[in-house]
């Protein structure tokens, strides 16, 4: 993937930091996108540019889709036109739907479906051109299987899987693929911040028993960049340790 551009949103931390890590480790020059924690960033580009490639971050609120125009734009000059997009930013607000605020609902979706499709619409005229290109996005087990407690946080990884099955049939004749990872418990400040006990009772569900690293999440997403992966298009990739059977 050497001299590939790669776009990571919420790449300051967590999965999205061992995604670019990681596809810096194959060659490619990457761009982190973050909502707020500029010291994180700056930390991943480091690391990233001592991997040796161009690295660079840019804050952006994927939900507005001025934003998100604006921040490809700054990376299509800074780096070049972006050949790989992983959508892994997201947001939880974990509360039973009884108690659940419209507000809370609508803030989920906003960042982690209408962002993936922002920088999808930002990303696509570019890769359509050049009838190549790579879109990754990050769902989650949850997605698929509901969680009591994420009615938002389940549509919106829900609504990524048919985000991604519906754009992988509009450009597969591009040379264009677009693909899910479906992560299941992940070892990341999202899954230290949640109920001790809810987490707990969660990773007894694990086959493996036990929680994933981010690296295991960024080892999917390398090998559906590659061009190993050239045809594969629309699939969930479960990186769940067996939670989701
Ligand atoms: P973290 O909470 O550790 O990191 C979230 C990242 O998203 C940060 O980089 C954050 O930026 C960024 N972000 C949040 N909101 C926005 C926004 N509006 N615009 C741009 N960037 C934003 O999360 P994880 O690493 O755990 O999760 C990464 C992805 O993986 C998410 O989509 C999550 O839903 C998914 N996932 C995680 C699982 C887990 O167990 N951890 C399981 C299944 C899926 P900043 O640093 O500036 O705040």
Same mark, same amino acid.
């Given at each position: 993937?050497?001299?590939k551009?790669?776009l990571?949103?919420?790449?300051?931390?967590?999965i999205?930091r061992?995604?670019?890590l990681?596809?810096a480790?194959?060659?490619?020059?990457?761009a982190v996108l973050?909502?707020?924690?500029r010291d994180?960033?700056e930390e991943t580009?480091?690391q990233?540019?001592?991997?040796?490639?161009?690295?660079?971050?840019?804050?952006?609120d994927?939900s507005?889709?001025n934003? %998100?125009? @604006?921040?490809?734009?700054q990376v299509? *000059?800074?780096?070049g036109?972006?050949?790989?997009?992983v959508? +892994? /930013?997201?947001?939880?607000?974990?509360?039973?739907?009884?108690?659940?605020?419209a507000e809370n609902?609508?803030?989920?979706l906003?960042?982690?479906?209408?962002?993936?499709?922002?920088?999808?619409?930002?990303?696509?005229?570019g890769f359509?051109?050049?009838?190549?290109?790579?879109?990754?996005n990050?769902?989650?087990?949850?997605?698929m299987?509901?969680?009591p407690?994420?009615?938002?946080?389940?549509?919106?990884k829900a609504?990524?899987?048919g985000?991604t099955?519906?754009?992988?049939?509009?450009?597969?004749s591009?040379?264009i693929?677009?693909? %899910?990872? @479906?992560p299941?418990?992940?070892?990341? *400040?999202?899954?230290r911040?949640?109920?001790?006990?809810?987490? +707990? /009772?969660g990773?007894?569900q694990?086959?493996m028993?036990r929680m994933?690293?981010?690296?295991?999440?960024?080892?999917a997403?390398?090998?559906?960049?590659?061009?190993?992966?050239s045809?594969?298009?629309?699939?969930?990739?479960?990186?769940?340790?067996?939670?989701?059977?």
């Amino acid at each position: 993937m050497k001299g590939k551009i790669a776009l990571v949103t919420g790449g300051s931390r967590g999965i999205g930091r061992a995604i670019a890590l990681k596809l810096a480790e194959a060659g490619c020059d990457v761009a982190v996108l973050y909502a707020g924690r500029r010291d994180a960033a700056e930390e991943t580009v480091q690391q990233l540019q001592g991997l040796g490639v161009r690295a660079i971050c840019v804050q952006c609120d994927v939900s507005d889709e001025n934003q %998100a125009a @604006a921040a490809f734009k700054q990376v299509s *000059d800074e780096l070049g036109l972006p050949d790989i997009l992983v959508n +892994n /930013a997201g947001i939880v607000r974990d509360c039973l739907a009884m108690r659940m605020s419209a507000e809370n609902f609508r803030a989920v979706l906003d960042t982690n479906l209408t962002g993936a499709f922002n920088m999808i619409h930002a990303c696509l005229p570019g890769f359509l051109r050049r009838r190549s290109g790579r879109i990754i996005n990050i769902s989650s087990v949850s997605g698929m299987m509901g969680n009591p407690g994420q009615a938002n946080y389940a549509s919106s990884k829900a609504g990524l899987i048919g985000l991604t099955k519906t754009i992988a049939r509009e450009v597969a004749s591009r040379g264009i693929t677009v693909n %899910a990872v @479906a992560p299941g418990f992940i070892e990341t *400040d999202m899954t230290r911040s949640m109920n001790e006990a809810a987490l +707990n /009772a969660g990773v007894k569900q694990v086959p493996m028993g036990r929680m994933g690293r981010p690296e295991d999440v960024a080892n999917a997403v390398r090998f559906l960049a590659s061009d190993e992966a050239s045809y594969i298009t629309g699939c969930v990739l479960k990186v769940d340790g067996g939670m989701y059977i």
